[in-house]
Protein backbone atom coordinates (compact mmCIF):
# COMPACT_ATOMS: atom_id res chain seq x y z
CA UNK A 1 0.00 0.00 0.00
CA UNK A 2 1.66 3.39 -1.10
CA UNK A 3 0.83 6.40 1.07
CA UNK A 4 0.07 9.45 -1.01
CA UNK A 5 -0.74 11.67 1.89
CA UNK A 6 0.33 15.41 0.50
CA UNK A 7 3.82 16.68 2.87
CA UNK A 8 3.01 19.83 3.82
CA UNK A 9 5.37 22.40 4.46
CA UNK A 10 5.38 26.29 6.52
CA UNK A 11 6.96 29.03 4.81
CA UNK A 12 7.07 32.46 5.85
CA UNK A 13 5.93 34.78 3.11
CA UNK A 14 5.90 38.94 2.95
CA UNK A 15 2.29 39.90 3.82
CA UNK A 16 3.13 41.79 -0.83
CA UNK A 17 3.54 38.17 -2.02
CA UNK A 18 1.00 36.37 0.38
CA UNK A 19 -2.08 38.86 -1.04
CA UNK A 20 -0.66 37.90 -4.92
CA UNK A 21 -0.72 34.51 -3.79
CA UNK A 22 -4.42 34.99 -2.69
CA UNK A 23 -5.73 36.54 -5.38
CA UNK A 24 -4.17 34.11 -7.53
CA UNK A 25 -1.87 36.12 -9.48
CA UNK A 26 1.37 35.15 -8.00
CA UNK A 27 1.66 31.34 -9.96
CA UNK A 28 5.71 30.74 -9.28
CA UNK A 29 7.43 31.40 -5.94
CA UNK A 30 11.36 32.15 -5.37
CA UNK A 31 13.42 30.42 -2.95
CA UNK A 32 16.57 30.00 -2.54
CA UNK A 33 17.84 25.83 -2.99
CA UNK A 34 18.56 25.35 1.03
CA UNK A 35 19.10 21.84 2.01
CA UNK A 36 15.41 21.50 3.98
CA UNK A 37 13.77 22.61 0.42
CA UNK A 38 15.84 20.05 -1.50
CA UNK A 39 13.09 17.07 -1.60
CA UNK A 40 10.27 19.61 -2.34
CA UNK A 41 8.43 18.00 -5.39
CA UNK A 42 4.89 18.19 -7.07
CA UNK A 43 2.11 17.49 -5.19
CA UNK A 44 3.24 18.74 -1.59
CA UNK A 45 1.34 21.24 0.01
CA UNK A 46 2.99 24.21 1.17
CA UNK A 47 1.00 26.29 4.06
CA UNK A 48 2.57 30.10 3.69
CA UNK A 49 2.17 32.75 6.75
CA UNK A 50 2.22 35.80 7.44
CA UNK A 51 4.98 35.58 10.02
CA UNK A 52 3.86 36.59 13.31
CA UNK A 53 0.08 36.44 12.38
CA UNK A 54 -2.59 33.62 12.18
CA UNK A 55 -3.24 34.22 8.70
CA UNK A 56 -2.08 31.36 6.72
CA UNK A 57 -2.66 30.25 2.63
CA UNK A 58 -2.12 26.60 1.41
CA UNK A 59 -0.83 25.91 -2.31
CA UNK A 60 -0.02 23.05 -3.95
CA UNK A 61 3.01 22.82 -5.70
CA UNK A 62 2.95 21.88 -9.45
CA UNK A 63 6.14 21.98 -10.28
CA UNK A 64 10.15 22.54 -9.06
CA UNK A 65 12.51 24.10 -11.15
CA UNK A 66 16.45 24.48 -10.24
CA UNK A 67 18.35 27.22 -11.74
CA UNK A 68 21.91 28.58 -11.24
CA UNK A 69 20.50 31.94 -10.18
CA UNK A 70 17.65 34.53 -9.75
CA UNK A 71 18.05 36.52 -13.04
CA UNK A 72 17.98 32.86 -14.89
CA UNK A 73 15.10 32.10 -13.17
CA UNK A 74 13.64 35.37 -13.85
CA UNK A 75 14.00 34.71 -17.73
CA UNK A 76 12.89 30.89 -17.38
CA UNK A 77 9.48 31.74 -15.77
CA UNK A 78 9.00 35.31 -16.41
CA UNK A 79 8.42 37.81 -14.22
CA UNK A 80 4.81 38.67 -14.46
CA UNK A 81 4.46 34.88 -12.85
CA UNK A 82 6.76 35.41 -10.27
CA UNK A 83 5.30 39.18 -9.26
CA UNK A 84 2.68 40.76 -11.60
CA UNK A 85 3.18 43.89 -10.42
CA UNK A 86 6.99 44.67 -10.41
CA UNK A 87 9.33 45.00 -13.31
CA UNK A 88 11.98 42.50 -14.20
CA UNK A 89 14.21 44.80 -12.50
CA UNK A 90 12.56 45.80 -9.58
CA UNK A 91 12.10 42.19 -9.09
CA UNK A 92 15.86 41.03 -9.06
CA UNK A 93 16.44 44.12 -6.72
CA UNK A 94 13.66 42.81 -4.30
CA UNK A 95 14.96 38.95 -4.51
CA UNK A 96 18.32 39.95 -3.68
CA UNK A 97 17.23 42.16 -1.00
CA UNK A 98 15.89 39.30 0.82
CA UNK A 99 18.55 36.72 -0.62
CA UNK A 100 21.81 38.69 -0.12
CA UNK A 101 24.72 36.87 -2.59
CA UNK A 102 25.93 34.29 -0.17
CA UNK A 103 22.40 32.64 -0.15
CA UNK A 104 21.80 33.29 -4.01
CA UNK A 105 25.15 31.36 -4.57
CA UNK A 106 23.04 28.05 -3.29
CA UNK A 107 21.25 28.03 -6.14
CA UNK A 108 17.31 28.95 -6.80
CA UNK A 109 14.23 27.24 -6.91
CA UNK A 110 11.00 28.08 -8.99
CA UNK A 111 8.13 27.17 -7.46
CA UNK A 112 4.84 26.55 -9.46
CA UNK A 113 1.84 26.81 -7.10
CA UNK A 114 -1.69 26.69 -7.50
CA UNK A 115 -4.11 27.46 -4.79
CA UNK A 116 -6.05 24.56 -3.39
CA UNK A 117 -9.95 24.74 -3.40
CA UNK A 118 -10.21 24.31 -0.27
CA UNK A 119 -7.52 26.15 1.49
CA UNK A 120 -9.35 27.83 3.71
CA UNK A 121 -7.06 30.71 4.11
CA UNK A 122 -7.19 32.85 6.98
Request: with cysteine; hydrophobic share 40%.
Amino acid sequence: MTDTTARVRELNLYRQYFDLVTAGTKTIEVRVKYPHLADLAAGDVIRFRIKGTNETCEVKVKRVTKYFDFEALLDGEGPANINPTATREQQLANIRTIYPPEKEALGALAIEIQRTALDGWR
